[in-house]
């Protein structure tokens, strides 16, 4: 069974600019949820979306949005980026019930 | 406000010694407990849990010891090994609310 796929791994971006980025989940989970990792900080939590749904959302500005699609795909984006919103950003997925939440490897998001 | 706090940022253990990490946390609504385990460049991978009707689990080398009374829970390693050095977070989820809220993580250092 394929794990948590995350793309793209890195990402360079200037000050103003906006991103996107993918989160693929384990087959058959319909939960998916995004944090922010930066040094000091731990992992934030930006939001979870169960079936096409935003479910739980977290205390990041409205420049942090992001959506599900129908096949559980899940993308998130950034717009008008700030040199802050250098992080490394995960995305986990479930079956809908977090006990357990299956991490993918992160995309590294650099801000210059 | 942080819902769940690890107050060590880093911990260094003797290879073959026992590894305690802490966590508090003030939310009294929380009802599961989770450690997560981050290498760098990967996504954390899920370690032990323990529901709040307990007051310890144990799975081989970890325990996971809860005091719901001190809102404070610990994992503990032993004996410690090398590959055990990593960042390791602790979670907390509230049973109806499936947002998983992380503490800060503690760096752990098996010296060999």
């Known amino acids: 069974k394929a794990g948590v796929t995350q793309t793209p791994r890195y990402l360079i971006k200037t000050r103003g600019q906006q991103v996107t980025l993918s989160c693929s989940p384990i087959?058959?989970?319909?939960?998916v949820s995004w944090y922010q990792q930066t040094p000091g900080q731990g992992l934030q939590f930006l939001f979870e979306?169960?079936?096409?749904?935003?479910?739980n959302k977290g205390n990041f500005p409205g420049r942090f949005s992001g959506r599900q699609f129908s096949n559980s795909r899940s993308e998130m984006n950034v717009s008008t980026l700030e040199l802050g919103d250098s992080a490394l950003y995960l995305c986990?997925?479930?079956?809908?019930?977090?006990?357990?939440?299956?991490f993918g490897s992160g995309t590294q998001l650099s801000v210059l | 406000d942080q819902q769940v706090k690890q107050n060590s940022p880093s911990l260094s253990v003797q290879e073959g010694r026992i590894s305690i990490l802490n966590c508090d946390y003030t939310?009294?609504?929380?009802?599961?407990f989770l450690w997560y385990k981050k290498y760098p460049a990967e996504g954390p991978t899920f370690l032990i849990s323990?529901?709040?009707?307990?007051d310890k689990n144990e799975d081989g080398r970890f325990t996971v010891f809860l005091n719901k009374s001190a809102k404070h829970l610990s994992l503990h390693i032993v004996p410690s090994q090398p590959g055990d050095s990593a960042v390791y977070f602790c979670?907390?989820?509230?049973?109806?609310?499936?947002?998983?809220?992380f503490g800060t993580g503690t760096r752990l250092t098996i010296i060999p």
């Open positions: 979670a907390a989820l509230a049973f109806g609310n499936e947002k998983l809220t």
């Open positions: 986990a997925s479930s079956t809908g019930s977090n006990e357990k939440l299956f």
């Open positions: 979306y169960f079936s096409e749904t935003q479910r």
């Open positions: 323990i529901s709040s009707i307990k």
């Open positions: 939310n009294s609504m929380f009802d599961y």
């Open positions: 087959s058959g989970h319909r939960s």
